[in-house]
Structure formats: structure tokens, C-alpha cells
């Protein structure tokens, strides 16, 4: 079982890395293909700098992307008062499966 579940990793990795350099690789030939007055045009998706004074900038996409500390954004949720409902069904649902699970195994264990 364990060599079955490292050759899968193994597998899994090897193809995760073949898809990454096909991706660089088709990037580039089209970079090659459109010439080089227009490379500008194909440049990376994610692009990360660091300004004058130290803060980091980054675009995605050629969107800028604004940088929040994590502080920051969680004093906007709770000023919101963010509630996810799809959380709250979830926390409902893993409470309901436990208590059956729970209740089962005290069933099956009274009767051993």
C-alpha cells in the first residue's frame, strides 16, 4: 500500500511538473511567434515589486492588486458582520454526522 500510494505521488508530481513547463514552454513560442516589438504584450500574469519606501505592489493580470494585512481585513469582516451561510450549514451538518457517528459506536460498542 505504501509503495502504491508513493508511486501515485511520485506520478502526480512528475505531471504537475510536465504541465508547468509546458505552459513556459507554449508562453514562449508565443512570445517567439508575435516577434520582438511585441513582447511587452506577453509578459508574466503575476508581477510582484517592491516601490521607494518598501511596500510591495503586485499585478495580476495587469490589474493591480491592493495589499491589506491580515489585521486589517479581519476588522472589516467584523464590522460587516460577515456571516456565511454555507459555513453555518456546514458546521450544522459535521455536528449532526458526529453525534450519529458518535451514537453508533456507543450502540456497537454495548453490544460487544
Known amino acids: 500500500m505504501k509503495m502504491f500510494t508513493l508511486k501515485c505521488l511520485v506520478l502526480a508530481v512528475a505531471l504537475f511538473l ?14 517567439e511567434t508575435k516577434g520582438a516589438q511585441h513582447k511587452d504584450a506577453f509578459s508574466a500574469p503575476v508581477k510582484v515589486s517592491e516601490d521607494d519606501e518598501g511596500n510591495i505592489e503586485a499585478t495580476v493580470l ?12 479581519k476588522e472589516k469582516l467584523e464590522e460587516m458582520k460577515a456571516y456565511n451561510f ?20 456507543d450502540f456497537l460498542s454495548s453490544l460487544i
Open 18 to 31: 510536465g504541465v508547468l513547463i509546458g505552459m513556459q514552454y507554449a508562453n514562449d513560442g508565443i512570445v
Open 62 to 73: 495587469g490589474k493591480d492588486v491592493e495589499g491589506k494585512t491580515l489585521k486589517e481585513k
Open 86 to 105: 454555507f459555513s453555518s450549514i456546514g458546521k450544522t451538518i459535521a455536528g449532526l454526522v458526529e453525534g450519529i457517528t458518535n451514537k453508533l459506536l
